[in-house]
């Protein structure tokens, strides 16, 4: 990668860690003079839009499908026939509302139970302390015997 080239990502990702908090907080709305060209980039393409950005190649690798995915896509399609949630709000929540490093730091069907637990909680569905028992129950349940 050239040095020109190495410099733009660097500052693309610079911008990133500017406007997006590891944690999601309230923060304060940037004015529009404030706003430099590096930092409109990184508000306006979403983590899964990488058409025509600079990266460097990715090594394909086969990897076998694992249990709790085929189950995590039952789950949240089963959500979907019951008309909790449709595929374009899925989506955007999976590929668009969460941030880079949740984007690129969950596996792909992490993202998918993600949405689904803010779609329940969001639409008063389950609250979130229901959402956290279960969760733990569930825990508890697979956990070796000690």
């Known amino acids: 990668m050239s040095s020109s080239t190495r410099d733009e990502v660097l500052r693309h990702l610079q911008a990133v860690v500017e406007i997006e908090p590891p944690v999601q ?4 709305a940037i004015y529009a003079s404030d706003l430099t060209h590096e930092m409109f980039r990184a508000y306006t393409r979403s983590p899964h839009d990488v058409g025509g950005q ?9 990897e076998e499908a694992e249990a709790w995915g085929y189950r995590a896509y039952v789950t949240t399609e089963c959500l979907a026939w019951r008309g909790v949630w449709c595929a374009e709000e899925r989506r955007r929540m999976q590929n668009v509302d969460p941030g880079t490093s949740q984007y690129l730091g969950l596996p792909y069907y992490g993202r998918w139970l993600l ?14 302390t229901e959402l956290i028992n279960k969760i733990d129950e569930v825990k508890k349940r697979h956990e070796p015997a000690r």
Do not use: M, N
């Not at 907080?25 to 304060?28: F, H, N, P, S």
């Not at 600079?54 to 086969?62: A, C, G, I, N």
């Open 25 to 28: 907080q309230t923060g304060k």
């Open 115 to 128: 949405s689904a637990a803010r779609i329940l909680v969001d639409g008063h569905h389950i609250t979130l």
């Open 54 to 62: 600079v990266d460097v190649p990715v090594e394909w690798t086969e």
